[in-house]
């Protein structure tokens, strides 16, 4: 198989939300074309483009697959644009400018990532990128984290996802929900943090818009309006606080077709996902993200929540263990007594959420929801 190395150097790098147009036709039997549009599709946000331009694999597709679900769209094109190391180039502007007892020094600081894509030809002879091989030529000796993720996932059993699980027009989508999102903090900001009337929402959002297309999702473009607002934000004051808009669900993708629809976020537990098997939806901070179907933001939330509890107990459990270790020749619990030899060491841990340490807060009523690896033990 014919290998093609291609090095790219980019300087100054801003990854954009991605252009709604549809990306343009690739001359694949041109390396070059493959590179410029790949590059492209990350620096628009588009990972659709993007990955439809990699070598097929299965690991990968599994790995991307994870990273949808979580709804980490910025995350993908991060990962897509194969930096393993960043670096800041500072340099200063000019001489120090000086005023009494003042002096103020410009300083340009540029982020620079030097990354090699290499291509392969596919089956059709034409060129398509290896994710692997780009990593593992992109990193220091070689050594990729996200590479050793995909090889991590070439050892488990293959993961089948049904089909249509997320269906590429959620991306775009997800772009039309950050432009509206985008919209509405707009008109906050000039009526005086307030957010629109949930009765006229829409009309209220056009002079924020390019005309009432962003009105509708690109996967039912025959729709006169796919997006609904929070009913329970009629009206009301934009929270300041990062975790407040971080958890606020200000829209979400409809079905109905219905102008200034809206809805109760209790309600989206229920709601037909309209993209495979999520739902779109943004928060306060004009995020999009895609909401699992049969959950809610407060289902979400509530994970979320318990999962950092049980992160919590986690690190305490390490500590303890680390502090037992040292009093008895740096030998770990046994794997019959390692509650009872950790407990003295947890007599001052408190978790956050008022619980007993050792019983995990998605799994209340049990004695014990930890355990240690045996062939660990002792």
């Not at 488990?156 to 432009?179: F, H, M, S």
Request: glycine content about 8%.
């Amino acid at each position: 198989m014919r290998v093609l190395a291609v090095a790219a150097t980019l300087l100054a790098v801003t990854v954009a939300g991605a252009d709604d147009a549809a990306a343009p036709a690739v001359d694949r039997s041109k390396p070059d074309a493959v590179v410029q549009a790949y590059l492209a599709a990350c620096e628009r946000g588009d990972p659709a483009t993007a990955t439809a331009l990699l070598k097929p694999d299965e690991s990968v597709s599994a790995m991307l697959r994870q990273l949808g679900r979580e709804g980490d769209l910025m995350g993908i094109v991060r990962d897509i644009l194969l930096f393993p190391l960043s670096r800041l180039a500072t340099s200063t502007g000019g001489p120090a400018q000086a005023a009494g007892d003042r002096t103020t020094v410009q300083v340009t600081r540029t982020l620079a990532a030097q990354q090699t894509l290499v291509l392969v030809k596919a089956d059709d002879g034409l060129w398509v990128i290896d994710l692997r091989a780009s990593l593992k030529a992109s990193a220091p000796g070689g050594k990729s984290p996200l590479l050793a993720q995909i090889e991590m996932l070439d050892s488990l059993p293959r993961e089948r996802a049904p089909q249509g699980e997320i269906d590429q027009t959620a991306w775009q989508c997800q772009n039309k929900v950050r432009e509206l999102s985008s919209a509405l903090q707009a008109f906050a900001e000039e009526h005086g943090g307030k957010l629109p009337s949930a009765a006229v929402w829409m009309d209220e959002l056009e002079p924020y818009l390019d005309g009432k297309q962003p009105f509708s999702c690109p996967g039912h473009d025959k729709e006169e309006s796919s997006y609904a607002f929070n009913q329970e934000l009629d009206g009301a004051t934009m929270p300041q606080d990062w975790q407040q808009k971080h958890w606020l669900t200000l829209l979400a993708c409809v079905d109905g077709g219905v102008p200034n629809a809206t809805f109760k976020p209790a309600d989206l537990k229920t709601l037909k996902p309209r993209h495979g098997e999520v739902n779109v939806v943004s928060d306060g901070d004009g995020n999009a993200r895609f909401l699992p179907a049969g959950m809610s933001p407060d289902d979400i939330h509530r994970v979320c929540d318990e999962t950092s509890h049980c992160q919590e107990r986690m690190r305490a459990f390490l500590d303890a263990a680390k502090k037992f270790g040292a009093e008895h020749g740096d030998k770990l619990p046994g794997a019959t007594t390692w509650c009872d030899d950790l407990r003295p060491y947890l007599a001052n841990f408190r978790p956050a959420d008022g619980g007993d340490p050792f019983v995990c807060p998605s799994a209340p009523g049990a004695k014990c929801t930890y355990a240690i690896n045996a062939d660990l033990a002792g």
